[in-house]
């Protein structure tokens, strides 16, 4: 048994159907339950506010994986723990489909939950100005090509010593979340979420070395970019960042965990993994 929320933010993506409407029902649902809660879009300053400020036990989202990460980043530093509502596709993060909302909601205000701690990274772009803008990481850091279709050299150094220089699309550097996302398309190893690894994996490398590395959750990696043409950087699907010739990147455990809210025994991972790899969901993705 775990304790029972008593105040609840519920984000909703905001561009995905009934979603705002499910958060209303949601809200409407706790709050005859005597839960104190906010409602509204995920990105309103607040629901950011609320959970990050004013003691929120719990965030609920309403959408897909994408929705999972953007709440990631906003729980993690506050230690507040999350709880995914599906209405996206194939949800390897989420908990719990649309359907089973209320039922859901019963579970946790029961206290019938137990809470899946996974590591995230911290990432630092190093210009030749010094360090710069820093990212929390929960799915993974890529550093690779941009708009011109000619690979990246890559420079990878573990712990102050040169591992290898890749030349490749990208490089993936992930957490075990991550595992099952980008790095898992481009070759690398399933793990279990909860470990604490940080993987390593080429995506198209050209002539050089291409097999997936983990490393121990104590590594320091810098990832150096050698090119003379564009280099981009992204942390989990976001905005990316030009990289230029000479610059690098810090990646290492990052000092925030992400609680996720868990209904299911722990130990369902590969069964849950086989029925989401068995399926084929339509191509597009969350908006």
């Known amino acids: 048994m775990s304790a029972s929320p008593r105040r609840v933010a519920i984000g909703a993506h905001p561009k995905m159907p009934d979603a705002l409407e499910l958060a209303e029902a949601l809200s409407k649902f706790l709050t005859s339950r005597d839960v104190t809660v906010v409602h509204g879009s995920l990105y309103d300053d607040r ?7 004013e003691g929120a036990d719990l965030l609920i989202v309403l959408g897909g994986d994408g929705t999972m990460l953007r709440g990631g980043h906003l729980c993690a530093p506050a230690g507040v723990p999350i709880l995914g509502i599906n209405l996206g596709r194939l949800g390897f993060l989420i908990e719990a489909q649309r359907d089973e909302w209320q039922a859901t909601a019963e579970r946790v205000l029961a206290g019938k939950y137990w809470l899946e701690q996974r590591m995230t990274l911290r990432a630092v772009h190093i ?53 099952t996302a980008y790095a898992l398309a481009a070759g690398g190893p399933i793990l279990p979420p909860t470990l604490r690894n940080i993987v390593l994996v080429p995506v198209a490398p050209h002539l050089s070395f291409d097999r997936a590395i983990v490393l121990d959750e104590g590594a320091r990696l810098r990832l150096t970019v050698a090119t003379d043409h564009q280099a981009l950087m992204s942390v989990d699907g976001q905005t990316p960042l030009r ?16 609680d996720f809210v868990r209904l299911e025994e722990p130990g369902t991972f590969y069964r849950n993994l086989t029925r989401r790899m068995n399926q084929n969901p339509a191509l597009g993705g969350e908006p």
């Open 47 to 53: 629901i950011r506010h609320f959970v990050q400020q």
């Open 127 to 179: 210009s030749a100005a010094g360090p710069g803008q820093g990212w929390d990481v929960i799915n993974e850091c890529v550093i690779g090509r941009g708009e011109t279709a000619r690979p990246v050299r890559l420079t990878a150094e573990i712990d102050g010593l040169r591992l290898t220089t890749y030349v490749a699309d990208a490089l993936i550097a992930a957490t075990p979340t991550g595992s």
């Open 243 to 258: 990289l230029h010739d000479g610059d690098s990147v810090d990646v290492r455990a990052g000092d925030h965990n992400v």
